[in-house]
C-alpha cells in the first residue's frame, strides 16, 4: 500500500495531510523536506490499525470461581481457556 492508496481509501488530499500535522499551508506541506517522512508515517500507522482490525479479541470470561479447591481451580481455568475460542 502506497500514500495514493491511502489518500483514495480515505478520500485525503494534501490539503487534510498539511492540516493534520500543522502546516501553515498546502503549499507548505508539499514543498517539506519531511514530506516523505509525514507520508512513510502515515502508511506505516494505517498498516498498524488494519492489523489490529483484523485480530479479534478472545472475549472475557464469564466464569466465576470462587472455590478453594486447586483442583477444581485448574477445571475451571482450563474451561475458561477453552471458552475464549468458541
Known sequence: ???????????????DISDMFGFKNVISYQNSSAKKRYENGLIAFNKVVKSKKEKPTPPKSRVVNN?????I??????????????
Open 67 to 71: 472455590s478453594k479447591n486447586p483442583t
Open 73 to 86: 481451580d485448574k477445571i475451571v481455568k482450563n474451561i475458561t481457556i477453552a471458552c475464549r475460542y468458541l
Open 1 to 15: 500500500m502506497n500514500i495514493q492508496d491511502i489518500k483514495k481509501e480515505y478520500d485525503l488530499t494534501n490539503e
